[in-house]
């Protein structure tokens, strides 16, 4: 059964129009993350959540946000992507994020026209 | 800054053979090291992990080394099979907490 759901699977979007990504999960876990990964590279980590804190990474463009509306379910918003911002998003969670494993849902492989 | 990176970007074997993927990291600090595989178009997914007072674990046909005085971590699979097919990618638990990836490894099995 899948624990970290991610939706759309793909998701084409047009240069500048926003666009949202989702991310829940089943494992009553504390913190989620946002990973992007571009193609043959490692995913980078964009932000997370520690239950309602949000962690930004200091490299995280400022069109990146996120929401986590509640335990389940957080959301990366991108406010007005550009060709460079096409990847594979990737949502993650951890119980409390010391010293664990994450566990990833599918992502979210976002083209942006 | 911390990093973790691969000595060899693709791997490939033959079916059956042995397979030793390696990673190097910087942050001495570190103290928790997971690898993942990744297959295409799917989110990475957990193989094995390794904390740092520790200099082996096994799974069921992977083992994971963790040589500290070098910053050295590998990954050994045994048996190969079509199905290990998949970038392998380490990565560490760094400052903050955060899981930072290595640049991955693709690993190619031969029938």
């Known amino acids: 059964d899948a624990m970290v759901i991610q939706n759309p699977r793909y998701q084409v979007t047009q240069f500048g129009k926003p666009v949202t990504l989702s991310c829940s999960q089943t494992?009553?876990?504390?913190?989620m993350y946002w990973y992007q990964q571009k193609s043959s590279q490692a995913p980078k980590l964009l932000f997370h959540?520690?239950?309602?804190?949000?962690?930004n990474e200091a490299d995280t463009p400022d069109n990146f946000q996120s929401r986590r509306p509640n335990t389940s379910f957080c959301f990366l918003d991108i406010r007005s992507p550009g060709l460079g911002d096409a990847a594979m998003y990737l949502c993650?969670?951890?119980?409390?994020?010391?010293?664990?494993?994450?566990?990833f849902g599918s992502g979210t492989q976002l083209s942006v026209l | 800054g911390e990093s973790v990176g691969l000595h060899l970007p693709t791997l490939s074997v033959q079916e059956g053979d042995n397979s030793i993927i390696n990673c190097a990291y910087s942050?001495?600090?570190?103290?928790?090291f997971i690898w993942y595989k990744q297959e295409s178009g799917k989110g990475p997914q957990f193989i094995i992990d390794?904390?740092?007072?520790?200099d082996k674990r096994q799974g069921q046909r992977v083992t994971v080394l963790l040589n500290k005085t070098v910053k050295h971590l590998s990954l050994q699979i045994a048996a190969t099979q079509p199905g290990d097919s998949a970038v392998y990618f380490c990565?560490?638990?760094?400052?903050?907490?955060?899981?930072?990836f290595g640049a991955g490894t693709i690993l190619r099995v031969k029938s």
């Open positions: 993650a969670t951890s119980l409390d994020g010391t010293n664990e494993k994450l566990f």
């Open positions: 494992l009553n876990h504390n913190v």
């Open positions: 959540y520690y239950d309602k804190d949000f962690n």
């Open positions: 942050n001495s600090a570190s103290d928790y």
């Open positions: 390794i904390r740092s007072n520790m």
């Open positions: 990565a560490e638990m760094g400052w903050g907490n955060k899981l930072v």
